[in-house]
């Protein structure tokens, strides 16, 4: 999946991807590199690993509706983000019974989803 950041963001992202989450930054291929941006590997709980690719655009508008969901250990999660400054929103139980959730926002201002497996 992909979220877009602005061009010279990639700093920020990285540090909010790879520092708090804790996710590997994977290499871009070279002509694909050239256009900035950078992948991470998003660990896979109870299934595979996935990627999230993180473009640069030049008019950038951060995602505040649409956004990627992520499944994760939503307790060890919430806990790195709370404790390097992010805000957790836990969504209500009622809206997706048996499913815990939250939302947050990456530095760029994205909106981000992260589930119980």
């Known amino acids: 999946m992909q979220?877009?950041?602005?061009?010279?963001?990639?700093?920020?992202?990285?540090s909010f991807y790879a520092g708090v989450?804790?996710?590997a930054e994977l290499p871009k291929p070279p002509l694909l590199a050239a256009r900035g941006g950078c992948w991470f590997l998003v660990p896979g709980v109870g299934g595979p690993d996935g990627e999230l690719h993180v473009g640069v655009e030049a008019d950038f508008r951060p995602a505040r509706k649409a956004h990627p969901a992520f499944v994760v250990d939503v307790d060890a999660v919430a806990d790195a983000l709370e404790s390097a400054g992010h805000p957790v929103r836990w969504a209500d139980p009622a809206e997706i019974p048996g499913r815990r959730r939250f939302h947050t926002e990456d530095p760029v201002g994205n909106r981000l989803e992260f589930l119980a497996a």
Not at 3 to 14: K, N, Y
């Open 21 to 23: 989450l804790g996710w």
């Open 3 to 14: 979220v877009s950041c602005p061009r010279g963001a990639e700093d920020l992202i990285r």
